[in-house]
């Protein structure tokens, strides 16, 4: 029977590892190192499975079932891993980070500074007709920072959000659940968000305030 469980194990690792390899290539870099971790313990797992399976089919149980706990440690490890990835790095649950992924990625106009209020999140909507774009503004002076408006958490509006001061660093906290994010990086300081929020280049160019997603951000 144990050697039907591992068989199907190994089958069943070759479409989990599609699956991963897709996801992979869509991560940003600091989910895309741990995600490499991953794939090598992963596969290192696998290795040590289908030795168990020969040892086993040779008739040397002892020898297999050797094989197949230590393939079962590195598959716990690697599980922890995957598990930040998918928790704590948000790989693919990022509601911010999905949202992202269909802005544009050149200068997005959001029209004059000076029509922004000072100190206070609005909602501005880019005018690029395929791809709309939900941003949170908020301008300080002659400077602003825009977000991504969907919350990384489950997609709360951050423009109805509150600005608040956490460790002397101006922040914006969720309206839904008060996830706490730093304006200035989008580091996320308070849960429930585990992700941080996707902050945008900004740039003024007479007189007019523009922002860009950056290329690819570290998470
Ligand atoms: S949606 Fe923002 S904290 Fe939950």
Known sequence: EADILIATGIAAAVPTALAGAADWSEGEIGQQRVG???????????????????????????????????????????????GHLAYHQAAGASHAATAARTLSHDW???????????????????DDSDRPASLCVIRR??????????????????????LTDVGGKQCLVCPWHGGTFVLADGHAVRGPAVASATVLQTRVAGGRLQAKVPERHDV
């Open 141 to 162: 002076g002659d400077q602003a920072h825009v977000l991504v408006d969907s919350c990384s958490h489950l997609g709360g509006p951050l423009h109805q959000g509150k």
């Open 108 to 126: 997005i106009d959001l029209g004059p500074l000076d029509d922004l209020p000072d100190g206070r999140p609005v909602l501005r909507v880019s």
């Open 36 to 82: 490499a971790v991953h794939a090598v313990l992963n596969s290192a797992a696998l290795v040590l499975y289908a030795g168990s399976l020969v040892a086993r089919a040779r008739g040397s149980r002892a020898r297999g079932r050797g094989l197949a706990y230590a393939a079962l440690g590195l598959a716990s490890s690697s599980a922890g891993i995957g």
